[in-house]
């Protein structure tokens, strides 16, 4: 089965067989059509292979696209250093050498 479904920027749709969602982020001059899937996977799609597919529109997922996960890590890794510690740090703030040594084994592991 075709669709008659014309692709909308900011629209999501999903595959009728495979249920995968993907959201329409361009539609260019030339009709073809650039979608974004959930895992951030980017592609583009011919305006004839468009209207071959099987598609639904769909409500946007619960869950995060990609991008917003991994900015949001990002963010969280800039805001603690990115849990980066010299090891000359772990010294310092050992109460003995015998701590530091064990520490600085754990994080090699």
Do not use: C
């Amino acid at each position: 089965m075709t669709t008659r479904l014309d692709p909308m920027v900011g629209q999501w749709y999903a595959h009728r067989d495979k249920g995968r969602p993907f959201q329409v982020v361009a539609v260019d001059d030339d009709g073809s059509v650039e979608t974004q899937d959930l895992d951030g996977d980017v592609d583009e799609i011919d305006r004839d292979s468009w209207f071959s597919m099987s598609l639904v529109a769909t409500d946007e997922p619960e869950t995060e696209p990609l991008d917003a996960a991994a900015d949001e890590a990002d963010g969280q890794l800039a805001a603690d250093g990115g849990g980066w510690r010299e090891p000359g740090a772990i010294l310092a703030e050992a109460e003995n050498t015998t701590e530091a040594v064990d520490e600085l084994d754990d994080l090699m592991d």
